[in-house]
T-cell receptor, first 112, second 114 residues
Framework: GENVEQHPSTLSVQEGDSAVIKCTYS??????FPWYKQELGKRPQLIID?????GEKKDQRIAVTLNKTAKHFSLHITETQPEDSAVYFC???????????FGAGTILRVKS | NAGVMQNPRHLVRRRGQEARLRCSPM?????VYWYRQLPEEGLKFMVY????????ESGMPKERFSAEFPKEGPSILRIQQVVRGDSAAYFC????????????FGPGTRLTVT
């Protein structure tokens, strides 16, 4: 079955710096890759996603890149702010299955 | 436009009791997914349902766990004879149709087994 690995497990950055979180997946049939942000005690919130026919997608300060050949995708957050502090999860799913397989999460701390 | 609703938000059960968790998908959504999140871990898929059908239950433990999504009313995740290891946050997510990738999560039910 699908396996998604996520690195790093924790990441501390200074306010204003960039943060990058990377994920690799094992199932070559996966074609949808969302990123979720989860604050303590809250629900996971979809912040950006990318489909396999696209290499990069950007939404204001966040961007996601996908390399299907290497089977990895990354989340980039620029100009980080304290409110970006949260746990970020990557996930992957197949068109014919829909279930999301999640990475283990990255705790992002933005220091002001 | 109400989001995904879950209740109860917190549930305490003693070992051996039954837990019933309810999920109402977003309006217009007919696909429901249940995920479990153990403390300080990621989310693990449990089951995927459409109205009156279980589509994929590959993540469900073979015993004590069951799920349904009736024609009328919320989806229900039922855990019989709970054990301490069942303590976790249980999230449901919904999507409008099979061809729609996005899943939107509810606030979760935090189950504590004492």
């Amino acid at each position: 079955g699908e396996n998604v690995e996520q690195h790093p497990s924790t990441l501390s950055v200074q306010e204003g710096d960039s943060a990058v979180i990377k994920c690799t997946y094992s199932d070559s049939a996966s074609n949808y890759f969302p990123w979720y942000k989860q604050e303590l005690g809250k629900r996971p919130q979809l912040i950006i996603d990318i489909r396999s026919n696209v290499g990069e997608k950007k939404d204001q300060r966040i961007a996601v890149t996908l390399n299907k050949t290497a089977k990895h995708f990354s989340l980039h957050i620029t100009e980080t702010q304290p409110e970006d502090s949260a746990v970020y999860f990557c996930a992957a799913s197949r068109r014919d299955g829909n279930k999301l397989v999640f990475g283990a999460g990255t705790i992002l701390r933005v220091k002001s | 436009n109400a989001g995904v609703m879950q209740n109860p938000r917190h549930l305490v059960r003693r070992r051996g009791q039954e837990a019933r968790l309810r999920c109402s998908p977003m309006k217009g959504h007919s696909h429901v997914y249940w995920y479990r999140q153990l403390p300080e871990e990621g989310l693990k898929f449990m089951v995927y349902l459409q109205k009156e059908n279980i589509i994929d239950e590959s993540g469900m433990p073979k015993e004590r766990f069951s799920a349904e999504f009736p024609k009328e009313g919320p989806s229900i995740l039922r855990i019989q004879q709970v054990v301490r290891g069942d303590s976790a946050a249980y999230f449901c997510a919904s999507s409008p149709r099979l061809s729609s990738y996005e899943q939107y999560f509810g606030p979760g039910t935090r189950l504590t087994v004492t």
